[in-house]
């Protein structure tokens, strides 16, 4: 098992359910998520920077 640390942009969803899936789903393009968190907020661009550690 190898972990990785990865940084993503998503746009920003309606409600924060949508948000978490949206998160989930380009998380596992990657790996397994382990954790991760959302790190910044763009108002102005509707996206959301998101750190997470995966396995692969």
Known sequence: ???HFISAEIE????PTELEK???AELQKQGEPLRWSITA???EAQ???VEAVVTA
């Open 22 to 24: 949206a998160i989930t």
């Open 41 to 43: 907020v763009n108002e």
């Open 1 to 3: 098992m190898t972990t």
């Open 12 to 15: 920003l969803e309606e409600t």
């Open 47 to 49: 996206t959301v920077t």
